[in-house]
Nanobody, 122 residues
Framework: QLQASGGGLVQAGGSLRLSCVVS????????MGWFRQRPGKEREFVAS????????YYADSVKGRFTISRDNAKNTRYLQMNSLKPEDTAVYYC?????????????????WGQGTLVTVSS
C-alpha cells in the first residue's frame, strides 16, 4: 500500500515536499515513481528511482527543480519540489513497478497510492 501526502497551496516560486509511505509489503525490489495529473490533462511522469536510489530519472519539465529522496528505514519516499510554477498544479501520485528500475511509463506500475493535490498560485 502506498500513501501520499504533503500537498497543499503554495505561491509560485515556493516549495513543497511530498511524502509517500509504503506499507503492507516489501517493495525493496521495486522501482518507485511519481506521476501527476494536471487539470484536463492525461497523467504524466514526473520522476522515478530505484528503491535504493542508485538510479534516478526525471521528466524534463521538472529536472533541476524536483528531487527524489528516500528514508528506507521509514519506508518513505519523498518528492522535494522547488521553484514551483502554476503549471505544476496537479494531483500527484506515487507508484511502484515490479521491474526494479526507474520507468516513465505508467503502464509499468502495478501499485498506486491515492493522489495528493498541489496547487500553485501565480
Amino acid at each position: 500500500q502506498l500513501q501520499a501526502s504533503g500537498g497543499g497551496l503554495v505561491q509560485a516560486g515556493g516549495s513543497l515536499r511530498l511524502s509517500c509511505v509504503v506499507s503492507g509489503r516489501t517493495f525493496s525490489s521495486y522501482g518507485m515513481g511519481w506521476f501527476r495529473q494536471r487539470p484536463g490533462k492525461e497523467r504524466e511522469f514526473v520522476a522515478s528511482d530505484t528503491w535504493s536510489g542508485s538510479s534516478t530519472y526525471y521528466a524534463d519539465s521538472v529536472k533541476g527543480r524536483f528531487t527524489i529522496s528516500r528514508d528506507n528505514a521509514k519506508n518513505t519516499r519523498y518528492l522535494q519540489m522547488n521553484s514551483l510554477k502554476p503549471e505544476d498544479t496537479a494531483v500527484y501520485y506515487c507508484a511502484a513497478n515490479p521491474y526494479g528500475l526507474p520507468s516513465d511509463s505508467d503502464s509499468d506500475y502495478d501499485h498506486w497510492g491515492q493522489g495528493t493535490l498541489v496547487t500553485v498560485s501565480s
